[in-house]
Protein backbone atom coordinates (compact mmCIF):
# COMPACT_ATOMS: atom_id res chain seq x y z
CA UNK A 1 0.00 0.00 0.00
CA UNK A 2 1.54 3.29 -0.92
CA UNK A 3 1.32 6.29 1.33
CA UNK A 4 2.46 9.63 0.53
CA UNK A 5 2.22 12.20 3.95
CA UNK A 6 3.37 15.35 3.96
CA UNK A 7 4.58 18.04 6.38
CA UNK A 8 5.97 21.03 7.11
CA UNK A 9 3.69 23.79 6.44
CA UNK A 10 3.14 26.30 8.32
CA UNK A 11 2.81 30.29 8.41
CA UNK A 12 5.47 32.48 7.21
CA UNK A 13 5.90 35.96 6.22
CA UNK A 14 6.61 37.23 2.61
CA UNK A 15 10.13 36.58 1.95
CA UNK A 16 10.44 33.69 4.32
CA UNK A 17 10.99 30.30 3.20
CA UNK A 18 9.65 26.71 4.06
CA UNK A 19 10.40 23.61 3.55
CA UNK A 20 8.43 20.71 2.59
CA UNK A 21 8.58 16.90 3.16
CA UNK A 22 6.77 14.20 1.80
CA UNK A 23 7.22 10.75 3.71
CA UNK A 24 6.27 8.18 1.07
CA UNK A 25 6.08 4.11 2.01
CA UNK A 26 5.10 1.48 0.00
CA UNK A 27 6.92 2.97 -3.20
CA UNK A 28 10.71 3.32 -3.93
CA UNK A 29 11.16 7.01 -4.46
CA UNK A 30 14.37 6.20 -6.78
CA UNK A 31 11.73 4.81 -8.96
CA UNK A 32 9.09 7.19 -9.10
CA UNK A 33 8.39 10.24 -10.93
CA UNK A 34 7.10 12.71 -8.08
CA UNK A 35 5.72 15.93 -7.93
CA UNK A 36 4.32 18.94 -5.74
CA UNK A 37 1.24 20.66 -6.59
CA UNK A 38 -0.87 23.03 -5.01
CA UNK A 39 -4.43 24.40 -4.60
CA UNK A 40 -5.68 27.52 -2.99
CA UNK A 41 -9.01 28.32 -2.33
CA UNK A 42 -11.78 28.16 -4.68
CA UNK A 43 -8.84 27.45 -7.23
CA UNK A 44 -7.87 24.40 -9.04
CA UNK A 45 -5.20 22.44 -8.23
CA UNK A 46 -1.90 23.41 -9.96
CA UNK A 47 1.10 21.58 -10.64
CA UNK A 48 4.23 22.78 -9.06
CA UNK A 49 7.49 21.05 -10.19
CA UNK A 50 8.06 17.11 -11.13
CA UNK A 51 11.25 15.33 -10.17
CA UNK A 52 11.16 12.41 -12.89
CA UNK A 53 13.09 8.95 -12.11
CA UNK A 54 15.82 9.79 -14.03
CA UNK A 55 16.40 12.95 -12.06
CA UNK A 56 15.14 15.20 -14.25
CA UNK A 57 13.56 18.57 -12.85
CA UNK A 58 10.64 21.15 -14.20
CA UNK A 59 9.06 24.18 -12.39
CA UNK A 60 5.84 26.15 -13.64
CA UNK A 61 6.87 29.46 -14.14
CA UNK A 62 5.66 30.54 -10.83
CA UNK A 63 8.25 28.26 -9.05
CA UNK A 64 11.17 28.81 -11.02
CA UNK A 65 14.13 30.30 -9.28
CA UNK A 66 12.09 30.23 -6.07
CA UNK A 67 11.68 26.75 -5.08
CA UNK A 68 13.66 23.50 -5.62
CA UNK A 69 12.70 19.93 -5.44
CA UNK A 70 14.67 17.75 -4.25
CA UNK A 71 14.85 13.70 -3.05
CA UNK A 72 16.69 11.76 -0.69
CA UNK A 73 16.49 8.04 -1.53
CA UNK A 74 17.64 6.93 1.29
CA UNK A 75 15.00 8.27 3.50
CA UNK A 76 12.75 7.49 0.56
CA UNK A 77 11.29 11.25 1.21
CA UNK A 78 10.66 13.76 -1.16
CA UNK A 79 11.47 17.57 -0.62
CA UNK A 80 9.99 21.16 -1.77
CA UNK A 81 12.49 24.09 -0.51
CA UNK A 82 10.48 27.30 -0.70
CA UNK A 83 12.57 30.36 -1.00
CA UNK A 84 11.23 34.25 -1.12
CA UNK A 85 7.66 33.32 -0.71
CA UNK A 86 4.93 35.55 -1.64
CA UNK A 87 1.04 35.43 -0.51
CA UNK A 88 0.67 34.06 -3.52
CA UNK A 89 1.76 30.83 -2.26
CA UNK A 90 -0.52 29.97 -0.21
CA UNK A 91 -2.36 27.18 -0.91
CA UNK A 92 -2.39 23.25 0.42
CA UNK A 93 0.39 21.75 -1.12
CA UNK A 94 0.17 18.19 -2.03
CA UNK A 95 2.88 15.12 -3.41
CA UNK A 96 2.12 12.57 -6.20
CA UNK A 97 3.83 10.09 -7.07
CA UNK A 98 3.29 7.51 -9.90
CA UNK A 99 5.61 4.45 -11.24
CA UNK A 100 4.95 4.87 -14.79
CA UNK A 101 4.93 8.38 -15.82
CA UNK A 102 4.81 11.89 -15.17
CA UNK A 103 1.35 12.95 -15.45
CA UNK A 104 -1.81 11.76 -14.06
CA UNK A 105 -0.07 11.10 -10.78
CA UNK A 106 -1.90 7.86 -8.76
CA UNK A 107 -1.22 8.73 -5.39
CA UNK A 108 -1.52 12.13 -3.39
CA UNK A 109 -0.43 12.79 0.12
CA UNK A 110 -3.29 14.35 2.56
CA UNK A 111 -1.05 17.99 2.02
CA UNK A 112 0.05 20.77 3.65
CA UNK A 113 -0.95 24.03 4.47
CA UNK A 114 1.34 26.64 3.52
CA UNK A 115 0.29 30.60 4.12
CA UNK A 116 2.40 33.65 3.55
CA UNK A 117 1.13 36.82 5.16
CA UNK A 118 2.29 40.80 4.10
Known amino acids: QVQLVESGGGSVQVGGSLRLSCAAS????????MAWFRQAPGQEREWVTTLGSTKITTYADSAKGRFTISKDNAKNTLYLQMNSLKPEDTAMYYCAADFIRCTGFTYWGQGTQVTVSS
Open 26 to 33: GITSSRAC
